[in-house]
C-alpha cells in the first residue's frame, strides 16, 4: 500500500510566519504535486515538482508565496510563507510513478494524509 | 478546457441501499478518470480509475464506476451502502500521456443513515 507521509499532520500559526511542509514518500516517483484544501471545498493545485527542475505553478500561485524544493525523487517541501488567516487550509502531496519502475503507477495519483493548517 | 461536474453535494442514502454518486466531465479528448474518497480528517484514498480498455471498472469497497463516453459520464455505484461508506468523494480528471495534472470535481458528501 501507498506510504506518502506529511509533516507535521497539522500546525496552528501566527498571522506572518511561515511553515514548510514535507512530504516523503516510500519509492522514487517521477511527479509530486502539491494541493489546497480550503475549508468545506475541492483540491485545487498549486504546484508540480520534478526532480533536478523548478516547480510548475498552477494561475493563481506564486513562487514566492509558495517556494517548494525537490532534491530528490522521494521528498518535496512546500512552504506556506507570510501566512494570512486566508492561508488555513489543508494542503496535500500526492505522487506520480512517472516512467520510474517502482511501487507507484504511472498517470496515478497517489496521496498523503494532508497538513491541517490554521493561521491566526 | 478541462472540467469535472459532480451532481448534488449532499447524497444521503439508507443503509443497504443503492449509491449512485453523479460526475460528468468536459474534454476535448477522453481523460483518465478516477474516483476518490475522503474519510474525516484523512487524505484522499483512490477508490478506482478509468485509463483505457473495459469501460466498467471495479474499485475497492464494492464501488464501481462506468466510462460513458456519449454520456461523458463517470457515475460511481455501490449496490449496499455501509454505514462505513460515509464520506466525501470525489470525481477527477487527468489526460494522461505525461499530462498529469487532475482537474477534481467539487465533491460528494455521502451520509448513510440506518
Known amino acids: 500500500s501507498a506510504v506518502i507521509s506529511q509533516k507535521p499532520s497539522r500546525d496552528i500559526c501566527q498571522r506572518g510566519t511561515s511553515l514548510t511542509i514535507q512530504c516523503q514518500v516510500d519509492?522514487?516517483?517521477?511527479?509530486m504535486f502539491w494541493y489546497r484544501q480550503q475549508p468545506g471545498q475541492s483540491l485545487t493545485l498549486i504546484a508540480t515538482?520534478?526532480?533536478?527542475?523548478?516547480?510548475?505553478?498552477e494561475s493563481g500561485f506564486v513562487i514566492d508565496k509558495f517556494p517548494i524544493s525537490r532534491p530528490n525523487l522521494t521528498f518535496s517541501t512546500l512552504t506556506v510563507s507570510n501566512m494570512s488567516p486566508e492561508d488555513s487550509s489543508i494542503y496535500l502531496c500526492?505522487?506520480?510513478?512517472?516512467?520510474?519502475?517502482?511501487?507507484?503507477?504511472?498517470?496515478?495519483?497517489?496521496f498523503g494524509a494532508g497538513t491541517r493548517l490554521s493561521v491566526l | 478546457a478541462q472540467s469535472v461536474t459532480q451532481l448534488g453535494s449532499h447524497v444521503s442514502v439508507s443503509e443497504g441501499a443503492l449509491v449512485l454518486l453523479r460526475c460528468n466531465y468536459s474534454?476535448?479528448?477522453?481523460?483518465?478518470l478516477f474516483w476518490y474518497v475522503q474519510y474525516p480528517n484523512q487524505g484522499l484514498q483512490l477508490l478506482l480509475k478509468?485509463?483505457?480498455?473495459?469501460?466498467l471498472v471495479k474499485g475497492i469497497n464494492g464501488f464501481e464506476a462506468e466510462f460513458k463516453k456519449s454520456e461523458t459520464s463517470f457515475h460511481l455505484t455501490k449496490p449496499s451502502a455501509h454505514m462505513s461508506d460515509a464520506a466525501e468523494y470525489f470525481c477527477?480528471?487527468?489526460?494522461?500521456?505525461?499530462?498529469?495534472?487532475?482537474?477534481f470535481g467539487a465533491g460528494t458528501r455521502l451520509a448513510v443513515h440506518p
Open positions: 519509492s522514487q516517483v517521477t511527479m
Open positions: 478509468y485509463t483505457t480498455g473495459a469501460t
Open positions: 474534454s476535448s479528448v477522453p481523460p483518465y
Open positions: 500526492s505522487v506520480d510513478g512517472g516512467e520510474l519502475v517502482g511501487k507507484y503507477a504511472k498517470n496515478i495519483q497517489y
Open positions: 515538482a520534478n526532480q533536478g527542475s523548478e516547480a510548475t505553478y
Open positions: 477527477a480528471a487527468s489526460l494522461g500521456g505525461g499530462y498529469n495534472k487532475l482537474i
